[in-house]
């Protein structure tokens, strides 16, 4: 394509970015509903759900940089609106069945997995966290959000790197 083709259809770069991750956010979408979020135990539902996210989104770590330092939070919002609603639809499932917390609202707890899960990305790009062990740390992270319940382990000492 060219770039006067480019720009016909979006005026600015950030709106190209923006419409960029609307449709990488689909195809995570797709990947979330593969693992039938709406099957079994909320929590089990929870797990399959956070490790299709990671894997979709580590094949688009060099967009996840640009939407960071590029994308207004606003345009962050509005690209992510299809994978808050799947979520918040777990969340408040399990939340009416007992499995997730209700001393939170709901939107909070999406709004702070999606958080995390952008924040765990972040942290594998700088070298912080390993790529073996981020899904470990995500998922525990997530789920513990969420259920406020899960018992906490010794840190173990490879989970530490120097920063």
């Known amino acids: 394509m060219s770039r006067v083709t480019v720009y016909a ?27 039938r979020p709406d099957d079994g135990p909320a ?16 094949s688009y ?11 207004s939070p606003e345009a962050v919002t509005r690209t992510h609106r299809a994978a ?32 995390l899960i952008h924040a765990c990305s972040d942290q594998v790009r700088a070298g912080q966290i390993r790529p073996d062990d981020a899904i470990r740390i995500l ?3 997530v789920r513990d959000l969420f259920t406020g319940t899960q018992p906490h382990a010794q840190p173990r000492p490879e989970d530490h790197q120097p920063g």
């Open 84 to 115: 808050h609603h799947t979520i918040g639809t777990l969340v408040e499932r399990g939340q009416a069945d007992g499995c997730f917390r209700t001393d939170l609202p709901a939107g909070w707890l999406v709004t702070a997995a999606v958080a």
């Open 139 to 141: 998922t525990a992270s």
């Open 43 to 58: 929590p089990e539902a929870l797990d399959r759900m956070i490790a299709a996210a990671w894997q979709h989104l580590a």
């Open 9 to 35: 259809h979006f005026p600015t770069w950030q709106a190209l970015l923006e419409a960029a991750v609307e449709r990488a956010v689909q195809r995570t979408m797709a990947a979330l509903q593969s693992v």
């Open 61 to 71: 770590q060099a967009m996840a940089a640009a939407v960071a330092e590029f994308l």
